[in-house]
């Protein structure tokens, strides 16, 4: 990616972005929004970090491998690490047999009326959702600067191709409002240069992860898309 410079202010960053707790003379760790585990590697340079609470580091890694490897799943049609796509869910699933077993128990398969066999998985919501709520976090203070500390007021992921057209349209819709985003923050320089944006959306690795970051009806809204595949939605506001 384009390293944007953040020429707002010089605000340190005191605090851990995902507990509000200081992290000034605490054990803290650099952490990537997105998340390295849901890209492909070699990772794009200079992907967007900040600085994180150890607790909360380590307090994610286990949701966002889960996450990797079901995505990884749902997109092989299998748990099987050898006929997977993706080479990050192939290397976690062909190492945690645990993982595997309780993805696999989340498989549903059923015939259809013309009789071809049809797979459907259930994710578990609340890996999930920790995941895309720390990610959208991350965007949010990475482009705009502002710590989201509050818990969002509306969090959804869902498949893509579960939208209808009209749905999927407002979905791929995350332009900037007429009221621009603080000058010298990463979102408004992005605006202005164009660096890695799709449209509105700013494109971490082609066909794996995207994401747009823009207020909607006084709130913040984030959007991100996992392999073009997954969908998910994260709002601040009323
Ligand atoms: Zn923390």
Same mark, same amino acid.
């Given at each position: 990616?384009?390293?944007?410079?953040?020429?707002?202010?010089?605000?340190?960053?005191?605090?851990?972005?995902?507990?509000? &707790?200081?992290? $000034?003379? !605490? &054990?803290?760790?650099?952490?990537? $929004?997105?998340?390295?585990?849901?890209?492909? =590697?070699?990772?794009?340079?200079?992907?967007?970090?900040?600085?994180?609470?150890?607790?909360?580091?380590?307090?994610?890694?286990?949701? @966002?491998?889960?996450?990797?490897?079901?995505? /990884?799943?749902?997109?092989?049609?299998? !748990?099987?690490?050898? &006929?997977?796509?993706?080479?990050?869910?192939?290397?976690?699933?062909?190492?945690? #047999? #645990?993982?595997?077993?309780?993805?696999?128990? #989340? &498989? %549903?398969?059923?015939?259809?009326? /013309? /009789?071809?066999?049809?797979?459907?998985?259930?994710?578990?919501? #609340?890996?999930?959702?920790?995941?895309?709520? =720390?990610?959208? =976090?991350?965007?949010?203070?990475?482009?705009?600067?502002?710590?989201?500390?509050?818990?969002?007021?509306?969090?959804?992921?869902?498949?893509?191709?579960?939208?209808?057209?009209?749905?999927?349209? $407002?979905? @791929?819709?995350?332009?900037?409002?007429?009221?621009?985003?603080?000058?010298?923050?990463?979102?408004?320089?992005?605006?202005?240069?164009?660096?890695?944006? $799709?449209?509105?959306?700013?494109?971490?690795?082609? /066909?794996?992860?995207?994401?747009?970051?823009?207020? %909607?009806?006084?709130?913040?809204?984030?959007?991100?898309?996992?392999?073009?595949?997954?969908?998910?939605?994260?709002?601040?506001?009323?």
């Amino acid at each position: 990616m384009e390293y944007v410079e953040e020429t707002a202010d010089e605000r340190m960053q005191a605090w851990c972005i995902h507990c509000g &707790k200081g992290i $000034a003379g !605490t &054990k803290a760790n650099e952490d990537h $929004a997105p998340s390295r585990v849901l890209l492909d =590697k070699p990772h794009p340079p200079r992907l967007p970090a900040m600085t994180v609470c150890q607790p909360c580091n380590t307090s994610f890694s286990v949701d @966002e491998e889960y996450l990797a490897a079901f995505l /990884g799943a749902v997109l092989a049609g299998t !748990t099987d690490p050898s &006929k997977q796509r993706v080479e990050r869910a192939a290397r976690i699933l062909g190492s945690n #047999a #645990a993982l595997v077993r309780r993805i696999e128990q #989340a &498989k %549903r398969t059923y015939q259809t009326q /013309g /009789g071809d066999e049809r797979i459907v998985w259930t994710p578990e919501e #609340a890996r999930v959702r920790n995941v895309v709520v =720390k990610n959208a =976090k991350g965007h949010v203070f990475y482009e705009l600067s502002e710590p989201m500390l509050e818990a969002p007021s509306h969090v959804s992921f869902r498949p893509l191709e579960s939208l209808t057209t009209s749905e999927r349209e $407002a979905f @791929e819709e995350v332009s900037w409002p007429n009221t621009w985003p603080e000058v010298g923050s990463r979102m408004m320089t992005r605006l202005l240069r164009g660096d890695d944006l $799709a449209g509105s959306w700013i494109v971490v690795q082609e /066909g794996v992860y995207r994401y747009g970051v823009t207020q %909607r009806d006084g709130g913040m809204l984030v959007r991100i898309v996992m392999r073009e595949y997954l969908g998910a939605e994260v709002f601040w506001g009323e």
